[in-house]
């Protein structure tokens, strides 16, 4: 199973620049070729074409920002399940690969309130919902993960002092 997790860990990873890559052109052509899709947003949203423009430029901003934690998670996981594989799961570099992991996910918490932001202001544009909601479970997931960093590297001292013992 680690493996199969491994190997799709590997595949997001690449998935992740991908998908910046993408946003960067799409959004560096809204930016700085508007001229190209201005009759499109014009019949689409009137008076509005402009701010609906930004907010979408805006969007594939925080998508190419989000991509940076994004890769650290998957690293770190990356990481973690070698040792794990190994053999060796309670040791200090766990620890905090486990804390960076908490500090990625707190940085995307950050960054879906940005992303919200941008939504409202697409949907207030376009005179549409734009799905999006506070995410609780994301800001606990956060303080989870800080817990078992600490109790990896307490998991890892006492490793540590048994062998040392022994």
Request: proline content about 2%.
């Amino acid at each position: 199973m680690l493996n199969v997790v491994r190997r799709l860990l590997q595949v997001l990873l690449v998935l992740n620049w991908v998908a910046v890559a993408g946003f960067v052109v799409f959004a560096g052509f809204l930016a700085f070729a508007p001229d190209h899709m201005a009759t499109q947003f014009t019949e689409d949203f009137g008076a509005n074409a402009d701010a609906a423009r930004h907010a979408i430029i805006g969007m594939m901003a925080v998508g190419v920002v989000a991509a940076v934690p994004v890769h650290v998670i998957f690293t770190r996981l990356i990481a973690m399940i070698d040792t794990v594989r190994a053999g060796h799961p309670f040791v200090a570099a766990n620890a905090d690969r486990l804390r960076h992991i908490a500090w990625g996910m707190l940085a995307l918490q950050f960054i879906d309130i940005a992303f919200g932001w941008f939504a409202w202001r697409l949907g207030e544009a376009t005179g549409e919902l734009i799905g999006w909601q506070f995410s609780v479970t994301g800001w606990l997931a956060v303080l989870l993960l800080f817990v078992l960093a600490r109790v990896f590297q307490q998991g890892a001292a006492m490793q540590d002092e048994l062998e040392a013992t022994v």
